[in-house]
T-cell receptor, first 111, second 114 residues
Framework: AQSVSQHNHHVILSEAASLELGCNYSYGGTVNLFWYVQYPGQHLQLLLKYFSGDPLVKGIKGFEAEFIKSKFSFNLRKPSVQWSDTAEYFCAVKDTDKLIFGTGTRLQVFP | NAGVTQTPKFQVLKTGQSMTLQCAQDMNHEYMSWYRQDPGMGLRLIHYSVGAGITDQGEVPNGYNVSRSTTEDFPLRLLSAAPSQTSVYFC?????????????FGDGTRLSIL
């Protein structure tokens, strides 16, 4: 079965800093990959997804992620974070008919 | 369009009590699922359903039952609550078989077992 690893558990940044959150999945073949965000007190929302095609995927709020098949990775990036990006971020991979989530990365952005 | 509606939002139970967490969606989605969210463990899949009358186990199904008698509803039952089931529970749905489409999540149910 697929699994997802998020190695950054807690990231603290100042506003305008660049962000990269790691995500690795366990095995190859055709993969569907997702990044979800959970703002404090809210439910999960989709940031972006990769199904096929261009490995550089652009999502909402200036986020992007790059699918690197050789590294089994799907890292999330943002060139300049804002205080409003404070949230928990989850990487997820489709495994047959299930969506498997990573343990999440808590991002705190200070003004 | 209400999306995915979960009730109740908060619940406190005593060990051994039973209860049902309700989940309803009005988007005619085939696929529905239940997750629990615990600190440091992310979201773990409890049970899922690919359509009415069909359910299957996820990563952590023990202690939970589900049924899918209609497309709209996917209740999660705790038959005998245990403190280890203290968690935040999220229901999700998506339009197609499997998870190729993004999941729509409910607002969650925060459950405490004393």
């Amino acid at each position: 079965a697929q699994s997802v690893s998020q190695h950054n558990h807690h990231v603290i940044l100042s506003e305008a800093a660049s962000l990269e959150l790691g995500c690795n999945y366990s095995y190859g073949g055709t993969v569907n990959l997702f990044w979800y965000v959970q703002y404090p007190g809210q439910h999960l929302q989709l940031l972006l997804k990769y199904f096929s095609g261009d490995p550089l995927v652009k999502g909402i709020k200036g986020f992007e992620a790059e699918f690197i098949k050789s590294k089994f990775s799907f890292n999330l990036r943002k060139p300049s974070v804002q205080w409003s990006d404070t949230a928990e971020y989850f990487c997820a991979v489709k495994d047959t008919d299930k969506l498997i989530f990573g343990t999440g990365t808590r991002l705190q952005v200070f003004p | 369009n209400a999306g995915v509606t979960q009730t109740p939002k908060f619940q406190v139970l005593k060990t051994g009590q039973s209860m049902t967490l309700q989940c309803a969606q009005d988007m005619n989605h085939e696929y529905m699922s239940w997750y629990r969210q615990d600190p440091g463990m992310g979201l773990r899949l409890i049970h899922y359903s690919v359509g009415a009358g069909i359910t299957d186990q996820g990563e952590v199904p023990n202690g939970y039952n589900v049924s899918r008698s209609t497309t709209e509803d996917f209740p999660l039952r705790l038959l005998s609550a245990a403190p280890s089931q203290t968690s935040v529970y999220f229901c999700a749905s998506s339009p197609l078989l499997g998870s190729n489409q993004p999941q729509h999540f409910g607002d969650g149910t925060r459950l405490s077992i004393l």
